[in-house]
């Protein structure tokens, strides 16, 4: 089955610097790649998805790289805010599987 | 929050008793899932319905059993709790077939002593 390793565990940025989370992924046939974000006691919520067809989807001040030949992607978040402190957690499939694999996820910090 | 309420929200047992966690949704959603998330492990699917009575294991099922009996509901069952299922269980539904996103429960945490 898939297998997604995400880094790093724990980050810590500065208001308004710029944060990388970096994902691999094991199953070649994995085509979907979205990136879920969970605050403090909440529910996990979709903040922005790619399927392979792209190599790069920005939205606001988030964007989401991939590079299917090495099978790793990233989430690239700008100017951060501290509204973006939170535990974000990548994820990866078949589009035609319901199996979705999560990896551990990566706690942000924005230090104001 | 996608009409999704999971019951109960808060759950203390002892091992060896069963347990029912339910998902009801209010939109007709054909897909629902079971997650559990622990730390260091993200968020793991341990079962799915693609609809009335269809259901599937996902990568940690052992130890689960689900129903699905009408659209609206996914049951999900540890016939006999033990303390490595003590975690938070995540409902989830996805929209549709053209649909990618997962929306999410508020989450049910199950303490097994």
């Known amino acids: 089955g898939e297998n997604v390793e995400q880094h790093p565990s724990t980050l810590s940025v500065q208001e308004g610097d710029s944060a990388v989370i970096k994902c691999t992924y094991s199953?070649?046939?994995?085509?979907?790649f979205p990136w879920y974000k969970q605050e403090l006691g909440k529910r996990p919520q979709l903040i922005i998805d790619?399927?392979?067809?792209?190599g790069e989807k920005k939205d606001q001040r988030i964007a989401v790289t991939l590079n299917k030949t090495a099978k790793h992607f990233s989430l690239h978040i700008t100017e951060t805010q501290p509204e973006d402190s939170a535990v974000y957690f990548c994820a990866a499939k078949d589009w035609g599987n319901e199996k979705l694999t999560f990896g551990t996820g990566t706690r942000l910090t924005i230090i104001p | 929050d996608a009409g999704i309420t999971q019951s109960p929200r808060h759950k203390v047992t002892e091992t060896g008793t069963p347990v029912t966690l339910r998902c009801h949704q209010t939109e007709n959603h054909r897909y629902m899932y079971w997650y559990r998330q622990d730390p260091g492990h993200g968020l793991r699917l341990i079962h799915y319905s693609y609809g009335v009575k269809d259901t599937d294991k996902g990568e940690v099922s052992d130890g689960y059993s689900v129903s699905r009996s009408k659209t609206e509901d996914f049951l999900l069952t540890l016939e006999s709790a033990t303390s490595s299922q003590t975690s938070v269980y995540f409902c989830?539904?996805?929209?549709?077939?053209?649909?990618?996103?997962?929306?999410f429960g508020e989450g049910s945490r199950l303490t097994v002593l």
């Open positions: 989830a539904i996805r929209a549709g077939q053209g649909a990618g996103e997962l929306f």
């Open positions: 199953d070649s046939a994995s085509n979907y």
């Open positions: 790619i399927r392979s067809n792209v």
